[in-house]
C-alpha cells in the first residue's frame, strides 16, 4: 500500500498574484468544489480588470494579466497532477486486489455453475433434436411436381403417422404448424395430380369411343359390302339360270317365253324393292348413329362441366383456408414482434437502471446487474423498475 505522505504533498509556495493565498493544500483545493473560490477570485479581478489597448503601457498590461491567468491554470494544473500520482499509487493496489477477487470469484462461479451449464448444454441439444424432427416433417411435403396421386398419398400417410404429442414439449404448437402446412401442401399437391390424372382417364375414355365408333363404322360398312356382293352373286345366277332357261326353251312355244319375261320383270321388281328397303335401312342406321352421338356429346359436356364446377368449389375452399392460416401467421408473427419489442425494451431499461446505480454506488458493473436482477425480482422491498 502506498504512504499516506503520498497524498499529503506540501503546501505550494507560489504566487500569481492573481492568487491571493500563497499557501495551497492540494488535498483541500482539489477537494469537491475546492477551485470555487480561487476561480471566483480570478473571475473577480478579470471582470474588475479594464483594458486599455490604445497606448503601449496599456496593451502590456492586457499582456501581463493574461499571462498571470496561464500562470494560474499553470500551477492548478501542477498541484492536481501531482495529487493524481499519488492516488494512482493506491488505485493501482486497489486495482489489484480487485483483480485477485474478480479472478478467484470466478472460478467459483465456474465451478458452482457447472451443473447447471452441463443441464443448459443437454436442453440445447435437446432442442436441436426437436427442431430436427419439425424440419423433418416439411420434408415430408417435397415431393415432385409430377408425382402421382398415389405417390402423394404415400407421403400423406408418412404425415399421418407423425403425432404431435408432448415430446415436442414446448415446440408442440411449432410441430403442430409444420405438419398443417405440410398437409395443406400435399392436399394442394393431391388436388392437382388427381385433376391431372381424371383429365387424362376423359381423354383415354374419349379415345376408346372414337375407337369404337371407328370399328362399328368400319363392321357395318363391311357387312354392306358383303350383302351388296351377295345380292351380285344372286342376280348374276339368277340372270345366268334365267338365259340357260331361255337358251333350253327357244323352241317352246310364245306364251312360255311371255310368262318367262313376266318372271324376269317380276324379280327385278323384287330386286328394286330390295334396294328401297336397304336405303331405308342404311338412312335409319345413319339418323340412330348421329342421335347416339349427339347424345354421348352432351353427356361428356354434362360431366366435364361438372368436374370444373367441382375443381372451382374445391380451389375456393383451399383459398379460403389458405387464407386462414396466413392471418393465423401473420398473428403470430406481431404477437412474436410485440414479445421481442417489451423484451428489448425491458433489456435496455435495466442496463440504463445498472449504468445509474453503478455510478451512483460507485459498483463495478457486475454488482450493479445483481441489484437490478434483485429489484426485478422484488427481493428489494419498495423499490421497483418503471417500463
Known amino acids: 500500500m502506498p504512504r499516506d505522505d503520498a ?22 483545493v482539489f477537494k469537491p468544489d475546492g477551485t470555487k473560490p480561487l476561480i471566483d477570485k480570478i ?18 498590461e492586457v499582456a501581463s494579466f493574461a499571462h498571470k491567468i496561464a500562470r494560474s491554470k499553470t500551477l492548478l494544473d501542477g498541484m492536481g497532477k501531482e495529487l493524481n500520482a ?9 486495482d489489484e486486489e480487485r483483480r485477485k477477487v474478480r479472478e478467484r470469484l470466478d472460478e467459483l462461479k465456474t465451478k458452482v455453475r457447472a451443473p447447471l451449464t452441463k443441464w443448459e448444454e443437454a436442453e440445447e441439444e ?16 417435397e ?15 408418412k404425415l399421418f403417422a407423425v403425432k404431435v404429442d408432448d415430446t415436442f414439449a414446448e415446440f408442440k404448437a411449432d410441430a403442430a404448424l409444420a405438419k398443417d402446412q405440410t398437409l395443406e401442401k400435399l392436399r394442394n399437391a393431391e388436388f392437382v395430380a388427381r385433376a391431372r390424372e381424371e383429365q387424362a382417364r376423359i381423354e383415354r375414355e374419349r379415345a376408346e369411343a372414337e375407337a369404337r365408333e371407328r370399328e362399328e363404322r368400319e363392321r357395318l360398312a363391311r357387312e354392306e359390302a358383303e350383302r351388296q356382293e351377295r ?23 310364245r306364251a312360255e317365253r311371255e310368262a318367262a319375261e313376266a318372271e324376269e320383270r317380276r324379280q327385278k321388281e323384287e330386286a328394286a324393292r330390295l334396294e328401297a328397303e336397304r336405303k331405308r335401312e342404311e338412312e335409319h342406321k345413319a339418323e340412330l348413329d348421329r342421335v347416339r352421338q349427339e347424345e354421348e356429346r352432351k353427356a361428356i359436356e354434362a360431366q366435364e362441366q361438372a368436374e370444373r364446377e367441382k375443381l372451382e368449389a374445391a380451389e375456393r375452399a383451399r383459398a379460403e383456408e389458405r ?36 455510478r451512483a454506488g460507485n459498483l463495478d458493473a457486475d ?6 436482477i434483485a429489484i426485478v425480482n422484488g427481493e428489494i422491498p419498495a423499490v421497483s423498475i418503471s417500463y
Open 231 to 253: 345380292e351380285r352373286q344372286e342376280r348374276e345366277a339368277a340372270e345366268a339360270a334365267a338365259r340357260a332357261e331361255q337358251e333350253a326353251k327357244e323352241a317352246a312355244e
Open 86 to 94: 499519488g492516488l494512482r499509487l493506491q488505485i493501482n493496489a486497489v
Open 7 to 28: 497524498i499529503q504533498q506540501p503546501p505550494v509556495q507560489e504566487s500569481t498574484e492573481l492568487i491571493v493565498a500563497e499557501k495551497l493544500v492540494p488535498a483541500e
Open 143 to 157: 415431393v415432385a411436381p409430377d408425382a402421382d396421386s398415389a405417390a402423394i398419398k404415400e407421403a400423406l400417410d
Open 323 to 358: 387464407e386462414r392460416i396466413a392471418a393465423e401467421n401473420e398473428r403470430r408473427r406481431i404477437e412474436a414482434d410485440r414479445r421481442a419489442a417489451d423484451q428489448a425494451h425491458r433489456g435496455e431499461v435495466n442496463r440504463k437502471a445498472a449504468l445509474a446505480i453503478g
Open 43 to 60: 473571475e473577480k479581478a478579470v471582470a474588475e480588470f479594464v483594458p486599455d489597448i490604445s497606448t503601449d503601457k496599456g496593451r502590456k
Open 126 to 141: 435437446r432442442k436441436k433434436a426437436i427442431l430436427a424432427r419439425i424440419s423433418e416433417i416439411a420434408v415430408i411435403g
Open 367 to 372: 454488482a450493479a446487474k445483481k441489484v437490478v
